[in-house]
């Protein structure tokens, strides 16, 4: 007679395979959970980033110089109040429903250089957001910070 099945062998190589391939498939979906919502908060940092960046353009280059030497009125909107130069500045103290919920986890550093270039003057304005102290933007992260650069040029 003769037996019909599986050796020893033939089955451990069996779980071997399938281990293998259970294994990449959960680190495939660990890696895709963790960059999607890398992109999410990024993408949070980056329109907190850009609110400023455009505020400053409309307002112009001379509203820039009073900004720039804190001179400038920062009460006439609760987006202008949530724009302090030169300081890190929490997004959870800003007005309520100004930002997304998540943006309370980040904090926010705006500076002002002046620029000459060949006679043009320009305010260089440089927006930095960073995750406020151990949060979950922290842990999800990737970057320290995220950092977007414009110029105010002077239309004179």
């Given at each position: ?43 949070i ?17 001379e509203?820039?110089?009073l ?83 414009s ?6």
């Amino acid at each position: 007679m003769k037996c019909r099945g599986f050796s020893l062998i033939e089955i451990l190589i069996a779980i071997f395979l399938l281990a293998t391939v259970l294994l990449s498939l959960l680190w495939m979906n660990r890696y895709s959970h963790i960059s999607s919502m890398d992109a999410y908060y990024e993408g949070i940092a980056i329109g907190a980033a850009q609110e400023p960046l455009e505020i400053f353009r409309g307002m112009g280059y001379e509203w820039l110089e009073l900004y720039q030497k804190g001179q400038a009125d920062l009460t006439k909107s609760a987006a202008l109040t949530a724009c302090p130069p030169g300081v890190w500045f929490n997004l959870a103290d800003a007005k309520p429903g100004l930002y997304p919920s998540e943006a309370s986890d980040l904090k926010r550093l705006i500076t002002v250089t002046p620029v000459t270039s060949d006679g043009i003057k320009a305010f260089q304005v440089t927006v930095r957001i960073a995750p406020a102290l151990q949060s979950k933007i922290d842990a999800w992260l990737s970057r320290d910070s995220v950092s977007l650069k414009s110029f105010v040029v002077d239309k004179k």
